[in-house]
């Protein structure tokens, strides 16, 4: 039987809004994480776990926009669709990126003179690519050092070639059967670990693989199984319990209560904002801020790096570390708005019209032939 949601063609305002939220919670998670390094201490030690509901959100919007079209649109068609919606903001990103590593007046010259010319650039073309460089000094062992949050959109790639060529052709049984199998590959993964802060460094890549099947089939099951929960909760409420996630208290080896959050709270909000509606100014303000999440997440890791090497270097007071990254944190939205505004959005726009119009012309030719 049809699923309802496809009738109906809605767009989930709520969801754009928790999506922007927890753009939002990254940024700050990133900023604590050299204001307070200690994650037991952080104010928002769970902040980034908002990569998992990212994930979650991925699975039910990629089944909603594609489940009963994706097969008649073709593999290429789709891969297209999906390299126009994340590859632009790779590009900035990495461009940015590259700026802010070779012109950090904190970073120290000692890491950019280590890295050398060969590193820098190699680092840069695997960045455009989408392929992991770990070697560049100074930025952590990150597998992507121009743009570290990249990791999780490489895992994006991945899953949506999983999509394009097997998910989009099974039953929901056998999509049940993967979503378990999924749960147990990232519980013995948290548990291994004693949490699941992982795949963003070459030590533990593969935990990556792990925390996107598993969020993605859970969010895929949300919409395949009509699992939306009609509610009258407001917009404002569902993000209050989104924080309490990110805010909730951090303990060494708490991989228990992560996993309860990604397993069973972040589907729940899920179903919860996919059945909610927003109205006037709350519905407009969801919007901006899904529309800002894919901007401000692609391009703010270039000024924390930069915050943070400050922070290293200069030890600043209590009040200084603060009122700088406030700055940072309002800079960065601005600088997502730019992109998105005047870079992104139109960007996509013109290569979706190009895609358009050639696929016009070639079936213009298969009629004329």
């Known amino acids: 039987m049809e699923n309802n949601l496809l009738k109906t063609k809605q767009h989930f305002e709520v969801l754009d809004g928790l999506r922007g939220l927890a753009a939002l919670s990254i940024v700050v998670f990133h900023l604590y994480e050299f ?15 908002a990569v998992d509901f990212f994930f979650c959100l991925s699975g039910f919007v990629i089944g909603y926009a594609y489940d009963e079209r994706a097969l008649k649109l073709g593999l290429k068609t789709f891969f297209v669709n999906r390299l126009i919606r994340l590859h632009p903001m790779v590009i900035w990103g990495s461009v940015i990126g590259l700026l802010g590593y070779v012109l950090d007046p904190y970073i120290g010259v000692g890491s950019v003179t280590e890295a050398g010319t060969v590193k820098i650039i190699a680092a840069f073309l695997c960045s455009l690519l989408m392929l992991p ?3 560049l000094p100074g930025r952590g062992g990150g597998l992507f050092p ?17 999509y394009g060529l097997l998910l989009v052709r099974i039953g929901r049984r056998w999509l049940l059967g993967l979503l378990v199998l999924s749960a147990v590959w990232i519980a013995a993964v948290a548990r291994h670990r004693g949490w699941i802060i992982t795949g963003w460094d070459a030590p533990t890549f593969l935990d990556g693989f792990a925390r996107v099947t598993f969020s993605f089939l859970a969010g895929l099951t949300v919409f395949r199984f009509n699992l939306v929960i009609k509610n009258r909760l407001h917009c404002l409420l569902l993000g209050v319990l989104l924080m309490g996630v990110f805010v909730s208290p951090h303990m060494l080896n708490d991989w228990i209560a992560e996993m309860i959050m990604v397993m069973f709270v972040f589907p729940l909000l899920l179903s919860l904002g996919a059945g909610a509606t927003v109205s006037g100014w709350w519905r407009n303000c969801c919007v901006i801020t899904g529309r800002l999440s894919y901007p401000l997440y692609m391009t703010h890791i270039w000024a924390v790096w930069l915050f943070g090497n400050y922070v290293m270097k200069t030890k600043p007071g209590m009040n200084e570390m603060y009122l700088t990254a406030g700055i940072v944190f309002a800079g960065s939205l601005l600088m997502a708005y730019v992109a998105m505004r005047f870079y992104d959005e139109p960007v996509r726009r013109w290569l979706t019209d190009k895609v358009a119009g050639r696929a016009s012309k070639q079936d213009m030719q298969k009629v004329l032939s």
């Open 146 to 162: 121009y743009n570290t949050p990249a990791w999780s959109l490489l895992m994006e790639y991945v899953i949506n070639i999983v």
């Open 133 to 135: 460089f770990p070697w």
């Open 35 to 49: 204001m307070t390094p200690d994650y037991t201490k952080s104010p928002i030690g769970h902040g980034y776990l």
